[in-house]
Nanobody
């Protein structure tokens, strides 16, 4: 059974940085798409960053220029470097991977940015 586990969420002051990581276990098949989404209280889940086939990358408008998604050397590991964090970035961040036509989600990691 494929499981995704996120890590790196924390409380940070505005202007600070965090690095989130997500690792998939239970499969040896490489993910074709990886991404990060977030959901703030009372809001819908939204795209933060996504990478398809390790090359095609897109970002949510609010994070462009501040966040960077990267695929780690490990087969199914993806990172999200978040710089110049703002209070509006406060949310639960979820990792998502597409493996063999199935989509998998992690349980989420909390990021809180204080002003």
């Amino acid at each position: 059974q494929v499981q995704l586990v996120e890590s790196g969420g924390d409380l940070v002051q505005a202007g600070g940085s965090l690095r989130l990581s997500c690792t998939a276990s239970g499969t040896i098949v490489s993910a074709t798409a990886m991404g990060w989404y977030r959901q703030a209280p009372g809001k819908e889940r939204e795209l933060v960053a996504a990478m398809i086939n390790g090359a095609n990358v897109r970002y949510g408008d609010s994070v462009k220029g501040r966040f960077n998604i990267s695929r780690a050397k490990a087969r199914n590991m993806v990172n999200l470097q978040m710089n110049n964090l703002e209070p509006e970035d406060t949310a639960v961040y979820y990792c998502k991977m597409a493996i063999r036509g199935h989509e998998y989600w992690g349980q989420g990691t909390q990021v809180t940015v204080s002003s």
